[in-house]
């Protein structure tokens, strides 16, 4: 099943240098989740070929305007295009009363039902499940309440072991495969280890953006094969980050490296460096296997997402 | 002194076939005045290399989002670019609520003053009046209330006929200029028309999008050198037109020619239209001086705006 990340926007508070606000769309098994909007999204939606009526929710981290003010231009043009199927919009209880008001003001009547869902800036708390992925939130540390988001894909049956298929009617081996002892006629019972082995494991992406170094996100990042974690500054900097609440590179390499993360992805890089080098330096050092996002590249989520 | 137009955005509600959404940048004597702000219009502003801290004053016609969603990215780009020079916003009442209720929600204290002024949809009133020019309404007819505006400079100077020049003391020069008559010392009264000639004509810009066609407004927009007037339909799809209180190409020629006005530009066109041809060239049957708008295009206001 497809599980990958393109990163549609990687700047920070002001866009420069080709940058665009931050905006991710995650493709989990053909279904499309986007994470923030910043202004102009459905732009760089079209520009790397998405069908953005084909986005099921969307997730908004924060309100800060580089993270959702393309928001309300996608909704609008979703109803342009003609949607009838419903959006789920995942944020800040503000942005409800800011969604509905502008709709109120232009007498936009939306043609497919929208539904805002309040987010709580609390790790662990449920956001969604879905049928493809479960979805929980992240505490993250900012100016104003922001939430960042786990999504792990459920748990995959467990392959039949092949010399042990024949023992196991078929009626009976979905039950198998979803972990359950056997149970045969005559009153055996045959433990589930015998017949299957473990499954792949689910695999997890994690989003950080914006939040200042917290190490107490590392226990809900375990086993995160993809991290995404904001980079605003370089160490040299690490005063403003701490002002601004903001992360510098080598800190987001240390929550990696705590979390045993798979691969570290960093982003939502400050307009005063012309190239994430220096950024992508120092999370190096602590955390090899890391990567820079750039404007419409794409990461699978996995073990395939190595450097 | 300077008078003229850039058009940033030329696209309808919908954005497609690189059209952006509607914003044009208005230069009065190097005093920039931006009218309507879609979404991007910052980004459109850097790819003409405008300095966007030199706007000072900032127009929405109605809050349907291709005129204003823009707005609120500008707005936090010059706090973060470090403006301290106060803006001016015009816009329908509900503008101000939209606004402050996300810079509450981003927790943001603009470093500068930001004065946001209702418009009123009545053609005639007065918007704003500033050393440059005279700003008034035009009720443009629209879905939901919309306002177009006419800028028109101030009289210039009447210039002093050259051999006349002699006869007027140093220190009375500018009162004639002004249009008063001479008083001599010796009680003799000239007049005035013996000793200048009539200024160049003041010149104006009248900007009517998004509107319905509506004759009411050729009063209004009588002596303009330049006119925008949407053209979002041909007039194959005039019903259309009717039904969303959009004009055709025709309809926008018939206004410009109606008002006698020097040169029409039109734009607003619709996602259906990849070239604007069929637009231009029904309004050509009827104003043969129509251009059409394009992103980036630069527009004189005055005698040299001539197809």
Redesign the interface.
Known sequence: MRFELTTLGTGA????RGRYPTAQLLNVGERLYLIDCG??T??RL?TVGANFNRISRVLISH????HY??L??LI??MH??GRRTELHVYG?P??G??VH??L????TWLRYPLHLHHTRPESGAEVFTDDRVQVTALALKH??PCTGFVFREHPRPRPLLRDQVHRIPHFQRNAVKAGEDLHLEDGTVVPNAELTQDPPAQRAYAYCSDTAYDPGLVPYLRGVDLLYHEATFTEQLSARARETMHATGRQAGLIAREAGVGTLLLGHFSSRYKSEEPLLREAREVFPNTLAASEGALFPVGPRSMV
Not at 104 to 107: I, L, M
């Open positions: 508070a002001l866009p420069a202004e102009g459905q732009e079209r309100l800060h305007g580089d003010l393309g309300m231009g609008s043009s342009l295009m800040p503000e942005l009363d800011i008001m502008q109120k003001a232009s007498g100016r104003i």
